[in-house]
T-cell receptor
Framework: QKEVEQNSGPLSVPEGAIASLNCTYSDRGSQSFFWYRQYSGKSPELIMSIYSNGDKEDGRFTAQLNKASQYVSLLIRDSQPSDSATYLCAVGSGNTGKLIFGQGTTLQVKP | NAGVTQTPKFQVLKTGQSMTLQCAQDMNHNSMYWYRQDPGMGLRLIYYSASEGTTDKGEVPNGYNVSRLNKREFSLRLESAAPSQTSVYFC??????????????FGDGTRLSIL
């Protein structure tokens, strides 16, 4: 059973701080990794994709991938109250297009 | 640009009733997916269609059927609804090619309650 694990939280950070969200996965052959943001009552929204080891930055978001450790993380710099949401980690499964989702980490950014 | 459109947005059924959830995408994606999301359970794949003309079971297919009507449309049918199927249902689509999976793009969801 291929698994994706996330700490459910809540992770609470003060406004302006760096939020660090972590995800581990079991399938060593995985090649594609995604972070989605889901506000309460809304659908998941793609915020980052990463395919290679290292860091990928997009605005205040940085995704980090370490395939050897089977670990992917998302850093949110200068966290804002509007960043308060559940963040879902998703890992590609083979070449079928299927994604395996973690259960999500709830982030609370306090003003 | 609508992306992925799901209908209806809300539905209440009685046990034993049937219904079809509709999904259409306008991004010319090959692959489409149906998920359910329950508290504490995350997103679970019900069925998927890697390309027009093909469908495959996901993690939780029991009690559901699907039809890939054409490249744009992928419907999910509950033949005899049960209270355990009360959930939020999401349709998603993606463009997949060689070199790894592409991201999936989600519709707004259907909130389904079965009494």
């Amino acid at each position: 059973q291929k698994e994706v694990e996330q700490n459910s939280g809540p992770l609470s950070v003060p406004e302006g701080a760096i939020a660090s969200l972590n995800c581990t996965y079991s399938d060593r052959g995985s090649q594609s990794f995604f972070w989605y943001r889901q506000y309460s009552g809304k659908s998941p929204e793609l915020i980052m994709s990463i395919y290679s080891n290292g860091d990928k930055e997009d605005g205040r978001f940085t995704a980090q991938l370490n395939k050897a450790s089977q670990y992917v993380s998302l850093l949110i710099r200068d966290s804002q109250p509007s960043d308060s949401a559940t963040y879902l980690c998703a890992v590609g499964s083979g070449n079928t297009g299927k994604l395996i989702f973690g259960q999500g980490t709830t982030l609370q950014v306090k003003p | 640009n609508a992306g992925v459109t799901q209908t209806p947005k809300f539905q209440v059924l009685k046990t034993g009733q049937s219904m079809t959830l509709q999904c259409a995408q306008d991004m010319n994606h090959n692959s489409m997916y149906w998920y359910r999301q329950d508290p504490g359970m995350g997103l679970r794949l019900i069925y998927y269609s890697a390309s027009e003309g093909t469908t495959d079971k996901g993690e939780v297919p029991n009690g559901y059927n699907v039809s890939r009507l054409n490249k744009r449309e992928f419907s999910l049918r509950l033949e005899s609804a049960a209270p355990s199927q009360t959930s939020v249902y999401f349709c998603a689509s993606s463009e997949n090619g060689a070199g790894g999976n592409q991201p999936q793009h989600f519709g707004d969801g259907t909130r389904l309650s079965i009494l």
